[in-house]
């Protein structure tokens, strides 16, 4: 199984919006309605902050969004704060009842 | 609250075996997936192994399948895996995770992690 496709970076002023995409196939993130979106800090565990797609857990803040069209997923922060500059994984189940990470993007906030 | 605290993070050689343990509180153990994820020095995620709240289902990436074996003791509300054959690309920090509502939807708690280092 092929880690899912992410850019290794993006970037974005305070205030701006920024979209991060997630590539993979009919066999992951194409065939099923369980991607999920991990934010981790340098040094630190990772939290969760997107699953099924688009549903925000208790205590997410609504500036983070979450979609898919196909095979690609997406994780969009409104409104770009300096807290959110961290790095940011997506997952998805697999066809085989296991999971695959993306290959993560590191979020810089300008 | 929810916790989930790893040890038996430690110095491995090559071939060699060590065996991870996860323990939970804060949430009723036995209802729910769990799951091992890795992260080498300076990489990005792996999902290792699951296994179902009852423990009668079991799934592993295909790199650890024969070597790893995950496993819990829900009385205990105890997490494992068995890593035998180590390699020094095992070398990671490895993080107990515990399952969405469904399999499939990913992990909502983790704990800090534990070292494990694959060296002669």
Known sequence: QSALTQPASVSGSPGQSITISCTGTSSDVGGYNYVSWYQQHPGKAPKLMIFDVSNRPSGVPDRFSGSKSGNTASLTISGLQAEDEADYYCSSYTINSTYVFGTGTKVTVL | ?120
């Open chain 2, 1 to 120: 609250e929810v916790q989930l605290l790893e040890s038996g993070g430690d110095l491995g050689q090559p071939g060699g075996s060590l065996r991870l343990s996860c323990a939970a509180s804060g949430f009723t153990f036995s209802s729910y997936a769990m799951s091992w994820v890795r992260q080498a020095p300076g990489r990005g995620l792996e999902w290792v192994s699951g296994i179902s709240g009852s423990g009668g289902s079991t799934h592993y990436v295909d790199s650890v399948k024969g070597r790893f074996t995950i496993s819990r003791d829900n009385s205990k509300n105890m997490l494992y895996v068995q890593m035998s054959s180590l390699r020094a690309e095992d070398t990671a920090v490895y993080y107990c995770a515990k399952g969405l509502r469904s399999w499939g939807s990913g992990s909502d708690y983790w704990g800090q992690g534990t070292l494990v280092t694959v060296s002669s």
